[in-house]
């Protein structure tokens, strides 16, 4: 190959490049810009966080409170507020630049194949989240908050009408250590909530089939079961819930992977390709 040959051929891969640094740039702008936006709103932000737990310890006749343990601790919550809302602000921006770098090297077909998996995305990440802040959040506190010990009995013991005191162990939780908690439920049912996304996207590509998910079927649920047992929290109604809606979505995509494959029949069919008794 000559020089003149491999200066054509490096061409296009610096400007693919050079698009891609220019794409992650802007990428980054957004989230930044989101980070922001989110830091100037973090106490309704954290005000609207706390709602489950607040729910919980009312309905309990406790009042509502948290405690900064550490002086910067109030700082890096703010902090971690700004991450999560920066990330789902700038989110559609940036799905919209990984668009425009992947779409220009894309078939119509491919197009029209993969845009409807990059809005469904987004779509069951916060579908999951809502589902572990409404649901999960308020039973796992609630759970939690059933161990606390409401002890009485001090004003009756110094009147020597009691004679030994029961302690008061309640809730005097750190605002971090619950933000962490309530955030890492939300992002693993986000995540959780992509298996439809992603084992659909692969029957696309014909890299899975709903023959092959069916049959690996009790290897899914032990894999399911230790990655409830991983992201939860050791109680075992929440591990349950994971559980349950992990394996639902897991036989969901079953069906959505039938389907592709039996759209994908129905078109070879029409082409001549395939046989009617013959199946991809």
Known sequence: MSTDELDDSSAPLIEHLTELRSRLIKSVIGFLIGMVIAFSFAEPIFNFLTAPLCSVLNERGQDCGLVFIKAQEGFFVAIRISLLGGFALS?????????????????????????????????????????????????????????????????????????????????????????????????????????????????KAGLVSSQGLGAVRKYAVVGILVLAAVVTPPDVITQVILFSVVYGLY?????????????RNEKLRAEGLLDDEDEV
Not at 104 to 111: H, R, T
Request: proline share 6%; charged share 15%; glycine share 10%.
């Open 91 to 203: 989110f559609p921006y940036i799905a919209n630049q990984l668009w425009r770098f992947v779409a220009p090297g894309l078939y119509k077909s491919e197009k029209g194949a993969f845009l409807p998996f990059l809005i469904a995305s987004p779509f069951m990440f916060f579908l999951g989240g809502a589902f572990a802040f409404y649901v999960v959040t308020p039973l796992a506190f609630d759970f939690f908050l059933g161990f606390q010990q409401l002890g009485s009995g001090g004003q009756e013991a110094a009147e020597g009408t009691l004679s030994s005191p029961v302690p008061s162990v309640i809730f005097q939780g750190s605002a971090e250590e619950y933000l962490a908690l309530t955030i890492k439920f939300i992002v693993a049912f986000g995540l959780c909530f992509q298996l439809p996304v992603l084992l659909t996207l692969m029957g």
């Open 251 to 263: 036989e969901i995509s079953i069906l959505l992977v039938r389907r592709v494959e039996r759209k």
